[in-house]
Each structure stands twice: as C-alpha cells, then as structure tokens.
C-alpha cells in the first residue's frame, strides 16, 4: 500500500513539475498568448467544446488572432485573423509549409506519397505537376477531352435530380457527390463506372472523407499513436483499401491494353496514361521516380479531395439559398434572362452570371469547404512580435478570417450582395488583404481550385435554372438544420433534403 502511494504521489510531482515547466517555458519564448493548459491534456477540453473551427475562433476573441493552444502534447500556434493568415500565408510561407500527416493516413502507407501532407521538396512539386499541368489547369478544364466531360457531368446531375425527384424529396449533396464521383473518374481513367462498382465506391469515399480528419487521441499524444484507440487508422484502412482496389482495376487494364497495343498510348492521354509514361520512363523530368505506390495515393488523394468540395459546397449554397427565398428568385431571374431555354449553365456563361458568382463567395465565406489549414513550422520564424517556433504545428481558422468582423459586417448573414461590387477583387485565390481565401493561398493553394469554380458555377447554376426548389414541410416548420461534421471537408451532419419540380 506504501509503495502504491508513493508512486501516486510521484507522479503528481512530475506532473505538477511537468505543468510549471511548460509554462515557463511558454512565457520564455515568447510564444502568442493563449488559454492556460491543463496538465497533460492542455487545451483539448477548451477545444473540444464544440467543432475546432468554432471553438478556437471563440478562444482567439479572448486571447488575440494569434494565439497559442496546447492540443495534448502538441504546440499550435492558431491565425485567425486576415492580417495574422498573410503573415502564415505569404510573408512567412516558405518556413511555414511543412505538414505532419493525420495518424489515420499512416494506413497502408497511404501518407508516404500523398500531395497533401508530403514536405515541399521533389515529390511534392512533381506531384502538384502533374495534376495541374494534365488535369486540374484551367488549360486542361477547357481543353477539347475535358470540357465534354463538364458538360456530362452538370447533364448527369440533372438526370439524377430529376429521378429522384419522381420518388420523393431529393438528397441534394448525394447526388452532386455523385455526379462528381463519376466525373472525376472518368476524367482519370477515360472510363465510367458500372452500377455495383458505383455503390461500392461511392460508400467507400464517402466513410474514407468523414474519417481523414476526425479528431483522434493518437494525433494529440502520439506516444500512445501505436496503439490506434479510437481505431480511426483501422477503418480508414478499410475504406481506402476499397479505393485502391478499384483504382488498381483501372492500373492493371490501362497496363494490359497498353501492353497489347506494343507500348504507350495513342491519341489524347488522361491522367492514368500520364503517369504511366512516367512510370515506363523511370523518372520524371529526371528527378523523382513515379511507382505504383505513388499513381495510386496520388488519384486516390485527388479522387476523394475533389468530390467532397463540390458536392459539400453545392448543398452548403442550396441550403442557404433554401431559407433565402427572395435571393434563390434573385438568382433564378439572372438565370433565366441570360440562358434562356439553354438547358444548362457554362463556363462561357459567368462573366453574365455575376449573381451567381455572388452566391457562390458568399456561400463559401460563411462554410469554407476546408475551414481548418494546418502546417508546420519548418524553422523559427516571428509574427507580430511572437516567436513561433520551430517543430510547432500553424493551424490557418479560415472559418474565423472569413467571420471577422472587421471585415465582414454581419458576418454571420448570407449576404451574395455584399460580393456584388468587388468579384474581380475577391477572386478565389485570395484577396490582398486576405479576408476571402476559401482555398488556402500561397505554396499550399488547392489544387483543384479550377475544377471545383468551374463545376460549382455549372452545377449549382444549372440545377437552380432547371428545377424548382422547396423544403418538405417538416423542414419548413423546424428550419433547416445547419449543423456541421467535420472531415476531409466540412459538410452539413445532416444532409440536406429538397423537393424539386422542373421549372
């Protein structure tokens, strides 16, 4: 009993030894303020109050834009205001772009070549390459094998739309999610996908985005990572692992085609065929050797990142424009004046569509489809005063830059006009002030950025022209439910519902 005791109190002492040092140590660094930590679980509790995003915009209006948190074992140092993201994003970019991967990731190795937790460094730029140079530029989107696809795929929705409609109210985000799923695959692999092959993935992705972020013990204490508690890196194996074995399907018959033909491809090439002439090759521009591993993580990361922002960000505006009535007629009046009997809405319309466009900023302003951007500090540099040390983890609130008051008055309102006189200046790589940066900026700038501008405007433009919309009345009578779930992306906890009739 003796002995118990006296380890007990042992280690109280380190702990309480443990928690004293920890905070000299803040205050000697010169570390941005912040909530005072618990021992050993710092700030998780201040945290998990309610969603991060939320809940650190809350502590940032306490302590200041830059502030610092202790997520269990891990040093963060949070910006949340426009002028505190330029500093992270541009004035400090270059030592401030490393990433530490998810824990759930480390399954089937899928974070040793995936683009969006790799360092800058070789792989990292020929990987950013090859997606913008032979599927994700604005070049490739309105090139002669990609357009088509777009068109298909805004068709493709409205056919979705239109026979779920028959059945009932329409689960919007479903089907936005996929219609992009089968564009995206077919941008990928020249190929569509069959009925039970459709199901399968569309589950898979689906369970794998909800998962890639979820808050997990092992990335707060990694000493205890090893041992998965929450079992997040098991099931997201599971999911990705369904990923890859259609995606190696798509591999293996690419190879054999190929191999039958006596070499590479003919005529225009997709993505899988870029990859595997690099492959074939050896090397890309000499430097970095494109394997199966890679093309795999690779059209996996770019597969799952693109639907999710899309569809997410179609029912985010949907939702919205569902409880503004006066502005869905606003826009559908621009619509139907512009387009006329056009069935649907194309990248040639949007310069005559600046409502539309308003709708969409303003949509992602108040749910930024990523609202958390992390990295990590690659030396030690200083903003504002404030040391933000080397090794330590720079999470971006872009929910909270784009809720600022200061620059957004009413901030919480759905407001398209307020986009109205300024869409040049607001543009989707970021503004010069940085109040509006809904995909990031600097060396970390989305990727898909133009597929997912492009497929918004259509999709979104599209469904508004052909269909009416309208809340079933158990909607109408307890309000649309706006909860959020954070995953991969931000989508709403409870999908949205509508009844559509053709306009």
């Not at 909530?35 to 995003?53: K, T, W």
């Not at 999710?308 to 502005?327: F, G, K, N, R, Y």
Request: with cysteine; hydrophobic share 45%; proline share 6%.
């Amino acid at each position: 009993m003796a002995f118990f005791v006296e380890c007990i109190l042992s280690l109280l002492i380190i702990s309480i030894s443990s928690y004293v040092f920890q905070l000299l140590a803040h205050r000697r660094r010169r570390l941005p303020p912040g909530p005072r930590p618990l021992p050993f679980i710092g700030n998780l509790l201040d945290v998990a109050s309610e969603l991060p995003h939320r809940s650190l915009a809350r502590l940032a209006g306490r302590h200041g834009p830059l502030m610092t948190v202790r997520l269990g074992t891990l040093v963060t140092i949070v910006a949340s205001s426009p002028s505190t993201a330029r500093e992270v994003l541009q004035t400090h970019n270059s030592s401030l772009t490393g990433r530490s991967p998810p824990d759930a990731w480390l399954a089937l190795g899928h974070a040793a070549n995936s683009v969006f937790v790799l360092p800058p460094g070789r792989r990292w730029r020929a990987l950013r390459r090859i997606g913008t140079e032979h599927l994700l530029s604005a070049r490739q989107l309105d090139g002669n094998r990609l357009r088509p696809l777009l068109r298909d795929a805004v068709l493709d929705l409205v056919r979705r739309v239109s026979d779920m409609a028959a059945a009932g109210p329409v689960e919007v985000g479903r089907a936005a999610f996929a219609a992009m799923m089968d564009l995206q695959w077919r941008a990928m692999f020249s190929a569509g996908l069959d009925d039970a092959a459709s199901l399968a993935l569309h589950d898979a992705a689906r369970e794998a985005v909800a998962l890639s972020l979820k808050p997990n013990v092992s990335d707060f204490f990694p000493a205890l990572a090893a041992a998965d508690l929450q079992g997040v890196r098991r099931r997201f194996a599971r999911r990705v692992a369904k990923v890859y074995q259609l995606i190696d399907g798509q591999i293996e018959r690419r190879m054999r085609v190929r191999r039958e033909a006596g070499g590479g491809s003919s005529g225009e090439k997709d993505m899988l065929d870029v990859m595997l002439d690099m492959s074939e090759q050896g090397k890309d521009d000499g430097v970095v050797t494109v394997n199966r591993d890679m093309m795999r993580t690779f059209l996996t990361d770019i597969f799952l990142a693109t639907i999710d922002t899309v569809s997410s960000t179609i029912e985010w505006a949907m939702a919205e424009l569902l409880q503004h009535p006066d502005t869905m007629s606003k826009l559908q009046e621009e619509l139907r004046r512009v387009l006329g009997s056009k069935a649907h809405v194309e990248q040639s319309d949007l310069d005559r569509l600046p409502y539309l466009q308003a709708v969409v900023r303003e949509t992602l302003r108040l749910h930024p489809v990523v609202p958390l951007v992390p990295n990590e500090a690659e030396e030690t540099v200083e903003i504002q005063g404030h040391a933000v040390p080397k090794g330590c983890t720079v999470l971006v609130n872009l929910w909270a830059v784009h809720h600022d008051a200061r620059a957004w008055p009413e901030p919480d309102r759905f407001m398209p006009e307020r986009f109205l006189l300024r869409l040049e200046e607001t543009g989707f790589l970021g503004t010069t002030e940085f109040e509006f940066i809904p995909f990031s900026a600097g060396r970390r700038v989305c990727l898909g950025l133009p597929l997912a501008t492009r497929t918004v405007h259509a999709m979104l433009g599209s469904l508004l022209h052909r269909f009416e919309w309208a809340l079933p009345r158990e909607v109408k009578e307890n309000g649309v439910d706006m909860s959020e779930s954070l995953g991969l992306t931000m989508i709403m906890a409870t999908p949205l519902q509508a009844i559509a009739n053709s306009a």
